[in-house]
Each structure stands twice: as structure tokens, then as C-alpha cells.
């Protein structure tokens, strides 16, 4: 089993910048790739970002590309999405989660554990 849990969310404003954490407990982190979800309301949960277990390949969604990166601490069992030039659009709550696999993708199905997620809020 694997604990996820998410900070860093806030409200800013458009063009700003936020980043959020997500730290994990319980088993080895570097066996799980990491990534970025998100789920505006009233809409479905979509990918964002993804990284492998050795954070050696990223991957974006198009809305985020060029404005968002995601990395990753092994030694602090942490995965972050910095995300800069927020748009209102971006408004959501952001999720973080962990898969098995060795290369994760945009399913939701690859992922075995999520967090409880956090409020990311852009303002016009």
C-alpha cells in the first residue's frame, strides 16, 4: 500500500505560478512512475503530467505543456508539478497518484494509488 498526500494548492492569480508536492509513504518510491491529475468540477479526472520511476521521461498533457514540469526526489519520496502561466482554466483539484508500471500514460487505469487531492483556484 502505498500513501499519497498532496499540498500546496492555493488561489493565484492568472499568470502566476504554484507548485505542488506530493509525498508518499509506505512502500519504496522509486518502484512507482508518477503522475499529475486533475478534475474541474463537474468534469472528468484528466491527466496532466507523468514520470517514470527514475524520473529519466516526462510526460504532458498539450493543455500544459511548455507551462508545467513535473519532477521528482527519490530520497524524499516526493513527486511536484510546478506550474507557471496559470490560466483560469486550470482550475481544478489536482491529484497526484502511483502506478506499477514501469511507463504510465493519460489512463486513469495505469494508476494503482491516488491522494485526496488539492485545490488549485486561478483568478482572471
Known amino acids: 500500500q502505498v500513501q499519497l498526500v498532496e499540498s500546496g494548492g492555493g488561489l493565484v492569480q492568472a499568470g502566476g505560478s504554484l507548485r505542488l508536492s506530493c509525498a508518499a509513504s509506505?512502500?519504496?518510491?522509486?518502484?512507482?512512475?508518477m503522475g499529475w491529475f486533475r478534475q474541474a468540477p463537474g468534469k472528468e479526472r484528466n491527466f496532466v503530467a507523468a514520470i517514470t520511476r527514475s524520473g529519466g521521461t516526462r510526460y504532458y498533457a498539450d493543455s500544459v505543456k511548455g507551462r508545467f514540469t513535473i519532477s521528482r526526489d527519490n530520497v524524499k519520496n516526493t513527486v511536484y508539478l510546478q506550474m507557471d502561466s496559470l490560466k483560469p482554466e486550470d482550475t481544478a483539484v489536482y491529484y497526484c497518484a502511483a502506478s506499477k508500471l514501469l511507463r504510465v500514460g493519460p489512463s486513469r487505469n495505469e494508476y494503482d494509488y491516488w491522494g485526496q487531492g488539492t485545490q488549485v483556484t486561478v483568478s482572471s
Open positions: 509506505g512502500r519504496t518510491f522509486s518502484n512507482y512512475a
